[in-house]
């Protein structure tokens, strides 16, 4: 295994840090209280994207630093997920950077889904828009009446009808469908209730415009209801749509859902690194400006080993991580998922852990929109469920380790 960084990969990530230094911190707390003004309540009808950031968007496209996560030179930067993981860490130092490059979630695997999964005329109609960042997508997948950390249980159903498919299921948690761009929804639901449960289930893509969709209302989480994207609950009633529509075929769900939760899962992973780095730069600097009791906050109550135990769980969560991406490129995901699990318990918690730290050492400016702590936070907590309960990864984790011992 060797982690250093190519000739290509370095290049990116010089540029990229750049970027983010010249244009997108010095606006970072300026984007805050200007979209928390702006964008405010559970109303997405009023949600508006600011102009800063179409901005920068356009400024990262001239600059070359588009589309970094996709592995196809032509259409991306044709990076390895190895390689991309390094620049998803970077991106990671701010809530929102991902974005101005293309590289955000949901969008980065409906497009996986697309350019690997897609026919030729789904790639023309909603991947080429979506690598151009003209409109934005959502993955409908969670349900609100089942327990969804089993997806086996998705209740919505997929009927066919002719040469037309008939979709009926609520869905909730549909990260970005209140964003004002959000074209298009990825639906996967139950098809064939008689097959084997990893074969139930299919995946169809739907405008968001198709008589029947309606979105019911958005969802806060920790009170936040972070616009202008969004978590919502939509309503799918007797929604038609042709069954070109279906993608990869029948009973496909499960097989696209692993490909798309993959390489996705170590762009997540590596997000949160990178903000538990800045949560730590936070922490530091905080801890060597204010004084207390006669000393700087940095030594008094264990901050210093704070620091320590912080830098150490930093480096094994990257090394983990980095190791994970390496066996996806060399072995295949299905060959990584002990690793792939692993890091899904282990970045969000240590993220989680370091900005609680860092948030108590900022004393009230820590749960203000003052500093971005609250905001890293909230992805971190959300996270230990939005990609999989820690339950879940815990227990395949086990599973493959007795197996070992045939148990």
């Given at each position: 295994m060797d982690f250093s960084l190519s000739?290509?990969?370095?290049?990116?990530?010089?540029?990229?840090?750049?970027?983010?230094a010249e244009h997108v911190q010095p606006i970072e707390e300026a984007y805050r209280h200007d979209n928390a003004s702006r964008n405010t309540g559970a109303d997405w009808s009023q949600w508006r994207v600011l102009p800063i950031i179409e901005e920068l968007k356009s400024k990262a496209r001239a600059a070359g630093l588009w589309n970094l996560f996709l592995p196809d030179a032509t259409l991306g930067a044709g990076l390895s997920t190895l390689e991309y993981a390094t620049l998803a860490e970077a991106m990671g130092h701010s809530e929102f950077a991902a974005e101005i490059f293309n590289c955000s979630a949901p969008d980065t695997g409906n497009m996986e889904v697309l350019?690997?999964?897609?026919?030729?005329?789904?790639?023309?109609?909603?991947?080429?828009?979506?690598?151009?960042?003209?409109?934005?997508?959502?993955?409908?997948?969670?349900?609100?009446?089942?327990?969804?950390?089993?997806?086996?249980?998705?209740?919505?159903?997929?009927?066919?009808?002719?040469?037309?498919?008939?979709?009926?299921?609520?869905?909730?948690?549909?990260?970005?469908?209140?964003?004002?761009?959000?074209?298009?929804?990825?639906f996967m639901g139950l098809s064939d209730p008689d097959a084997e449960p990893h074969s139930r289930h299919s995946m169809v893509l739907v405008p968001m415009d198709a008589p029947g969709v309606r979105?019911?209302?958005?969802?806060?989480?920790?009170?936040?209801?972070?616009?202008?994207?969004?978590?919502?609950?939509?309503?799918?009633?007797?929604?038609?749509v042709p069954k070109t529509n279906l993608l990869l075929g029948f009973g496909k769900g499960f097989a696209i859902a692993q490909g798309r939760l993959g390489p996705g899962r170590i762009h997540h992973c590596m997000r949160a690194i990178g903000a538990a780095e800045r949560a730590l730069q936070l922490m530091i600097t905080r801890g060597l400006s204010r004084v207390a009791f006669g000393k700087p906050l940095i030594d008094l109550g264990g901050n210093r080993e704070r620091v320590a135990d912080a830098r150490i769980a930093i480096d094994q969560a990257r090394l983990l991580t980095l190791y994970a991406a390496w066996k996806i490129d060399t072995?295949?995901?299905?060959?990584?998922m002990t690793e792939i699990a692993a890091i899904k318990v282990v970045?969000?918690?240590?993220?989680?852990?370091?900005?609680?730290?860092?948030?108590?050492?900022?004393?009230?400016?820590?749960?203000?929109?003052?500093?971005?702590?609250?905001?890293?936070?909230?992805i971190a907590r959300s996270l230990r469920i939005a990609d999989g309960p820690d339950e879940v990864h815990r227990g395949l984790l086990s599973r493959m380790e007795l197996a070992k011992y045939k148990h």
């Open positions: 000739p290509k990969t370095l290049d990116y990530l010089q540029r990229l840090q750049a970027f983010i350019y690997h999964y897609g026919s030729d005329a789904q790639k023309e109609q909603w991947l080429k828009p979506l690598l151009a960042g003209t409109i934005r997508s959502v993955f409908c997948m969670t349900e609100p009446d089942v327990a969804s950390s089993d997806a086996t249980n998705m209740q919505a159903t997929i009927q066919v009808d002719g040469d037309m498919l008939i979709l009926n299921g609520k869905k909730w948690w549909s990260t970005g469908i209140g964003h004002p761009n959000c074209k298009l929804a990825i979105i019911t209302r958005m969802l806060p989480t920790y009170g936040e209801y972070d616009p202008p994207h969004g978590h919502g609950e939509v309503v799918f009633e007797n929604v038609r072995a295949g995901v299905k060959h990584a970045a969000p918690n240590v993220l989680q852990t370091i900005v609680d730290q860092a948030i108590q050492i900022h004393g009230g400016a820590g749960v203000s929109h003052d500093v971005p702590l609250t905001g890293l936070f909230l």
